[in-house]
């Protein structure tokens, strides 16, 4: 174990081992579970892993939370909305509990690991009976067996960053596969609350990285999606420091079908992970590459260390090295301070970049972040004039985009039956597109040959080719 990368001991597993086998005898213990996840992909893996542990501890998922007898709610706090829908939803359950007096409420995730959160539920939220943060997921058994027993809450917030290795996990699409490399976060974004909650930024081991891929690989999965923060800065701290673009190489050597990963900070795209796309047989040409805003002033103040000037060279750079890459982003509106000017500079920037697709958001403030404190708050009616601009000419763009995937041939990762129509599936295709094609249930988790005939509210339509 090296300081900067503790990982959960063995020992420690093992003990959660015996907890899990302990609640699994227990007579009383909640024979149904249902988990609520909100937030990004790191906590729907999670959200994985404590599926993984309940199902351990002879647990069966409920459809309905209302109809669980044990109901955990994975919680988000990177914007203030995600927060106040999970109390509101937290609080709902208290009403269920009044004829359900049997009814478990556990409450985790970023939520829990916000300053002062955890003494808020002890005295707001007394209903609650275990809350604890995302550095305690691997301590999950031992915690549950203490509520189980104690008629008291059990809260536990671990301020220690650990990596937890060797937990359960029960898998929500056994085609597509969350790995995580790296957790927490070193850039301190000034909007984002994320560092506070997640902790600093620690890598996992490469060989134990490489052995779950090959777990996976052998157990049929057909797509691995790479997790971490900041992707790109992967390999800092371990005992033999090795790079995000040497740890992709080492998975396309292995063949996995299909790899993809997320998130990365623009600042640490390197040219050596640009050359490794390039090269490889398996990485997919797509690439998630949030730009928050495309003012120099608004992206100083919101410390992300990149210019305008950079971000548009990355992207060139990208797209010369991986012709037809698909690219997606990230864009707030509405950051402290920012002017029509500035405004202006990010739809210039949309303009000039031409995005498949945008996740857009109105700035958010979070107590402890630096830019909750910044002079000139952007009033609410400009900020929403600004995204419905942004996203109007987002989507006005984006029929042009998706209009160059006309006629080309693509493989569908079938993720499940189309909404549109029971004799259509969807899935992404290798660009990140949303693809809708004629197929059953007997398609999902195949990678199917096709070719894009069509586009219809911003998803593509395609006719099948002969199957793999
Ligand atoms: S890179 Fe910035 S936005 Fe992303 S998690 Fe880290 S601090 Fe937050």
Not at 325 to 336: A, E, K, N, Q
Not at 438 to 444: A, L, N, R, S
Request: proline fraction near 6%.
């Amino acid at each position: 174990m090296n300081r900067i990368n503790p990982v959960v001991t063995p020992e420690e597993i093992a003990r959660q081992q015996e907890f899990i086998r302990e609640i699994a005898t227990m007579p009383h213990r909640p024979k149904t579970y249902h988990i609520v996840t909100y937030g990004c992909q790191m906590n729907a893996h999670d959200s994985e892993k404590l599926a993984g542990m309940l199902d351990e501890m002879g647990m069966t998922p409920a459809p309905k939370r209302e109809e669980a007898d044990f109901v955990i709610f994975n919680t988000c706090c990177v914007r203030d909305n995600a927060e106040r829908r999970a109390l509101g939803n937290i609080t709902w359950l208290k009403e269920v509990r009044k004829t359900r007096p049997e009814l478990i409420i556990a409450v985790c995730g970023c939520m829990i690991q916000e300053p002062g959160m955890a003494e808020r539920i002890l005295k707001q939220y007394r209903f609650i009976d275990l809350a604890f943060g995302t550095s305690n997921l691997h301590r999950f058994p031992e915690l549950l067996c203490m509520t189980l027993e104690k008629n008291e809450p059990v809260v536990e917030v671990d301020k220690e960053d650990v990596i937890p290795e060797g937990l359960p996990v029960s898998r929500l699409r056994p085609e597509s596969a969350y790995l995580t490399v790296m957790y927490g976060c070193d850039n301190f974004c000034s909007y984002c609350i994320v560092p506070f909650v997640r902790g600093r930024e620690r890598s996992r081991e490469p060989g134990a990285i490489l052995r779950e891929a090959e777990q996976l690989l052998s157990s049929g999965v057909r797509e691995i999606m790479l997790l971490g923060q900041n992707v790109n800065s992967y390999g800092k701290g371990l005992e033999n420091p090795v790079s995000f673009a040497w740890l992709l190489g080492q998975l396309d050597r292995m063949s996995v079908p299909r790899i993809r990963f997320m998130t990365s900070h623009p600042k640490d795209l390197s040219d050596e992970l640009i050359e490794t796309m390039a090269g490889s047989a398996h990485i997919l040409p797509q690439f998630h590459l949030p730009v928050q805003s495309g003012s120099n002033r608004i992206l100083e103040k919101m410390n992300r260390r990149y210019t305008r000037e950079r971000y548009i060279e990355r992207v060139q750079s990208l797209r010369s090295a991986v012709p037809g890459i698909g690219l997606s982003t990230d864009i707030i509106v509405g950051f402290p301070g920012e002017t029509e000017e500035d405004f202006g500079d990010t739809m210039d920037l949309v303009r000039e970049i031409r995005y498949d697709s945008a996740f857009t958001f109105i700035y958010s403030p979070r107590v402890g972040t630096r830019a909750a404190y910044m002079p000139d708050q952007v009033p609410e009616d400009v900020s929403n004039r600004r995204i419905r601009e942004l996203i109007a000419l987002q989507e006005d763009l984006q029929r042009t985009t998706l209009g160059r995937f006309l006629g080309m041939e693509e493989e569908v990762l079938v993720e499940g039956i189309s909404r549109r129509s029971g004799a259509e599936v969807s899935g992404k295709g290798k660009h990140g597109v949303s693809i809708t094609l004629p197929g059953g249930p007997e398609d999902i988790g195949k990678i199917v040959p096709c070719r894009v005939k069509g586009l219809k509210n911003n998803t593509l339509t395609a006719e099948r080719k002969e199957e793999k």
